[in-house]
């Protein structure tokens, strides 16, 4: 261990990083403050839009630390700190949240008292979609993802100083008792917030398509993070390209996952062609959004599959962070398909709105404030580790 | 072993994974180029050391993988949008999205097939099924506690002594001489071989017989014989009128199907007339139909001439003057009511369009055996196939 420690120097991350995030957040902020004045409903889409995306990239990171330890993977020691520091952003959704309860009677048609009281399908369903449930249930969950991220972290951190193996023990333990509980959490959350916008469909896959987009890209930021900081020499430079290679692949396999569940929802679905369930394709299908469906397959599963797919690329950090990007950006385009043609439901007509972007601007403007202020606080490698001495000698 | 056998190559043993890695390195070094390493597990770093490039083997998986996604596309879309449509489940003749799994599972299976099969020709030199290390104590060796380099005879640097000398130096231990096998051929048809495979073959024709039509009358596996429902033939035991088999509920039409409104109206001549020109098309149609429901007893020109041959009573020729003179009306008539409790209905078999299209066909065969002199004169400058048309 003392090699590793002798050798890893802290180097301070540029300042202006934290002046753009800083800025970014308040431009953010401000416009996203103004289109809720502006027209509320509309807006109130837009916020869903970015919370899942925002969701997805923070409770994406906390399942691959979670992940690592449960497996007692060596290659990703490095890259695990990167991953917690973009886990933080789950303390605050239990914040972030909060205005959209306010909003409740914009996004969901079993809201409206005089809808359900013509459905009886919404009335048999109110027995769970009734708001004291909702809002109650949704609060436990983020607060047991906030409980597990401060218990994971904590020790992760305090290792830093202790150097005590113990603690690695401790969170592979916390780490199992977290990933059954993350599986039937992001189901309730993703049944609670996108599958309720339309109450009557039903699909039982579709926590595992917001976990398959989550891991997806819990892995994007984590490779952009991670090769942007080694190649300009924060990290070590005992990563080598087995290292790279090892993150362009779960890339890879992720746009395959993904592609996998996807498909065996929409074929399932397609083959049975029964009005409750055909009307959520239906709604992504009709009316311009037959575009954005095809874009989002092609961007979703081929482009990176097609880019990914050789040895070569997944070494070649160019590629990879294109590759990242790419996968960032079409997660939020993911999150728009699978709310905004949702707001037929509810009695409105979509069109596209500028205030779209200002909720995107405040949560990438957050993720990087909230990077900055951690890797200011904290090293950017996890020194304390007992497997990083056996990541540098990683190969495949 | 003599020696007027060919050397294969030449082996070397060592105890430990860093002792094969450092030797491999300097065999590399050395020079030579046909060597190969043999361990008992994979050893991380023998690649580099080895100097090999990154296996072509990916290029086949590939290939196979692509040919095998489009081939099978290709033949699904041949047989079940193409030569055979067939409307499944109400979808279109081409539903993408149902033919994605099977895709995905044959281009699987193909990729795995190929890449394993290409491996195995390259490493074992097919058609030949032995490889000269077979059977030498050197590959006992090498599969359980001892780390092995062999440098083939095939190298352009290849010298006995030399290569003996180099592995020595290097720290090898029993050092052996590899050589070819006599190139054996075998017959496919061996005694042996033939008995094996009758008895595969009376062994899958009794269990496949004793499965089919023994064990599916026993209990258990009986449940398919009891169903709890009707058959079509069977006495019904739940209905008042004993028929298991229902009839649609009266003054209901099915989709598509206009009943016939002469029923039991046995001279319809003055009723009906012809609602279809006699295009290309609509002859092809009764064209069709004719040769299917036709032409088994009044024979494929209409002449009577037909294949039963005595079996059943004949049908009568189109031909006569009597049947030429008959109305189109008259003739649907026939074909839809059945005459002289012979010549069945053909209400279930053909559409209204179809027996239609039948007349039609009957005027051409009929005009082809009688034809007027003008036909003769036109056929030189007009299709054969319009002229008979404009009837």
Known sequence: ?396 | MNNDKKIFGITALFDTPNEIIKAAKKVKDAGYKYFDVNTPYPIHGMDKAMGLKSSKLGYVTLFFGFFGASSILFFMWWTLAVNYPLVIGGKPYFPLPAFVPITFEFTVLNAVISTFIAMIAVVFNMPFNAHPLHDSNYIKNVSSDKYGVVIESEDPKFDENNVKEFLRSLGGKSIEIIYNPEKQTFKVFQPRFVVFLIIVAIITSLSTYVTLNKLMYMPPFDFMMNQNKGSAQAESTFFYDKHEMREPVKGTVARGFIPYAFEGVVDTNEFYSNPFLPTKENLELGQKKFLTFCSPCHGDYADGNSRLQGQFPPGPTLHSARVIGFSDGKLYNIITNGQNGIMPSYTYQTTREERWAIVNYIRVLQRAQNPKPSDFTEISDTNKESGNASN
Not at chain 1, 23 to 41: E, F, N, R, T
């Open chain 1, 1 to 396: 261990m003392p090699q590793t420690e002798s050798k890893y120097v802290k180097k301070e991350l540029p300042k202006n990083l934290g002046t753009w995030g800083f800025v970014l957040l308040i431009i953010g902020v401000a416009l996203s403050a103004l289109s809720y004045a502006v027209d509320p409903a509309r807006a109130s889409f837009a916020y869903l839009t970015a919370f899942i995306f925002l969701l997805c990239i923070g409770l994406g990171s906390l399942f691959l630390v979670a992940m690592e330890y449960a497996a007692g993977a060596v290659w990703s020691v490095p890259f695990r700190r990167i991953s917690e520091m973009f886990a933080s952003s789950v303390p605050f959704l239990l914040l972030l949240i909060i205005p959209l309860f306010f909003s409740m009677h914009n996004l969901f048609i079993w809201m409206n008292p005089t809808a359900v009281a013509h459905d009886e399908t919404l009335q048999v369903r109110m027995h769970y979609l009734n708001v004291p449930f909702f809002v109650v249930r949704d609060i436990v969950i983020l607060l047991i993802w906030w409980l597990f991220y401060h218990l994971l972290i904590r020790n992760s951190r305090k290792q830093d100083s202790t150097f005590d193996q113990n603690l690695t023990t401790k969170n592979i333990k916390i780490s199992m008792a977290f990933i059954p509980i993350f599986a039937f959490t992001i189901s309730l959350i993703s049944f609670d917030w996108l599958m309720s916008m339309t109450p009557k469909w039903y699909s039982t896959i579709f926590g595992v398509y917001l976990f398959a987009d989550a891991a997806w890209v819990g892995f994007a930021v984590v490779t952009l993070t991670a090769v942007l900081l080694n190649e300009k020499g924060y990290l070590s430079s005992r990563i080598n390209k087995d290292h790279y290679y090892s993150l362009g692949t779960w890339m890879f396999a992720f746009t395959v996952f993904w592609a996998y569940i996807a498909f065996a929802q929409y074929m399932l679905q397609w083959y049975g062609n029964l009005p409750d369930e055909i009307i959520y394709f239906a709604h992504r299908w009709y009316g311009g959004w037959k575009v954005v469906s095809l874009v989002l397959v092609i961007s979703h599963f081929i482009v990176p599959f097609l880019l990914l797919i050789s040895r070569r690329s997944k070494t070649n950090p160019k590629i990879l962070i294109f590759a990242a990007v790419w996968i960032i950006a079409v997660q939020y385009l993911d999150s728009y398909w699978l709310v905004m043609p949702d707001m037929v439901n509810n009695g409105f007509t979509y069109s596209f709105s500028i205030m779209d972007f200002s909720f995107l601007i405040a949560v990438v403007g957050l993720i990087i404030v909230l990077f900055n202020l951690l890797a200011k606080k904290h090293n950017l490698l996890a020194i304390g580790d007992p497997k990083l001495k056996r990541s540098w000698e990683f190969h495949l």
